[in-house]
């Protein structure tokens, strides 16, 4: 990375999050500056839309419980000096994401999608970011 001077940068966040309708929420902010600056884009945002149940009235133990989550992410060009003066510039994406977990008792099954579509951006110019990736596994809280 390159050392630059950036002046101050003024920009607006707009947030939402919490439940909607009983398991059913958002999750979500933007940030939009006037201008792009360098490793900075001009716009930038994340947003969830997720189910987040116990089910209690069918299991009212607790020991269920059930999270889906899908997500995307835009990123608008951001620019990367150069040390001859020039600028790369890593150009817009949108990742798209999926998540799945099911908690029984203390285990906890997941599986996520992270960029399903088959488009390869770089967040940083020549650095390309993995296609699809899809990761699975168990995780178990052990106590005594």
């Given amino acids: 990375l390159i050392d630059v001077e950036e002046p101050a940068a003024v920009g ?3 947030a939402a999050n919490g439940r909607v309708w009983r398991d059913l929420g958002i999750d979500g902010h933007f940030v ?3 201008t792009n600056g360098w ?3 001009q716009f930038h945002g994340i947003g969830k ?3 987040d149940t116990r089910w209690l009235s069918r299991f009212p133990s607790g020991n269920l ?3 889906v989550v899908w997500q995307g992410e835009y990123r608008s060009a951001v620019p990367f000096p150069r040390s001859d003066g020039a600028a790369d510039l890593a150009p817009e994406s ?3 994401s999926a998540l799945l977990e099911v908690r029984i008792v203390d285990a906890v099954l997941t599986f996520q999608l992270r960029n399903p579509r088959p488009s390869r951006y770089a967040q940083v110019p020549g650095f390309l970011m993995p296609g699809p990736v899809q990761y699975y596994g168990v995780r178990w809280a052990f106590w005594n």
């Fill in 12 to 14: 607006a966040l707009l």
């Fill in 49 to 51: 839309i997720f189910l």
């Fill in 32 to 34: 939009g500056w006037r």
């Fill in 94 to 96: 949108l990742v798209l």
């Fill in 65 to 67: 419980g059930i999270l």
């Fill in 39 to 41: 490793y900075r884009p």
